[in-house]
């Protein structure tokens, strides 16, 4: 069984909204932390999206402060990522990632396999 596993990356319009999920498996929502990041093929490393806490305090990249919303559904297994007023620079693939501690270290994480997302003008 895959550990993270996302979907709902598709192409929309600038302005557009869409949301992202990982579903998890083996990891406990109530005590990793749990991130999101994003790459673009002349990406030189994964960039840091968001992240929740066990607690679920969440803190974003001033990017996409203020747009994109992290949240966990306990029951589901799941984390979310509510992506609105979407801009072209937000293209690329997104990554869902586990961690033991906050905040997250990409050389420590456990990754997913990731989902595109293309947004166009």
């Known amino acids: 069984q895959v550990p993270l596993v996302e979907s709902g990356g598709r192409s929309v319009q600038t302005g557009g909204s869409l949301r992202l999920s990982c579903q998890v498996s083996?990891?406990?929502?109530?005590?990793?932390?749990f991130g999101w990041f994003r790459q673009t093929p002349t990406g030189t490393e994964r960039e840091h999206v968001g992240?929740?806490?066990?607690?679920?305090?969440?803190a974003y990249e001033n990017s996409v402060k203020g747009r994109f919303t992290i949240s966990k559904e306990l029951a589901e297994n799941t984390l979310y990522l509510q992506m609105d007023n979407l801009k072209p620079e937000d293209t690329a693939m997104y990554f869902c990632a586990s961690s033991r501690t906050c905040p997250i270290i990409r050389s420590r994480a456990d990754w997913g396999q990731g989902t595109q997302v293309t947004v166009s003008s």
């Open positions: 992240q929740i806490k066990p607690d679920g305090t969440t």
């Open positions: 083996g990891f406990d929502l109530k005590r990793h932390c």
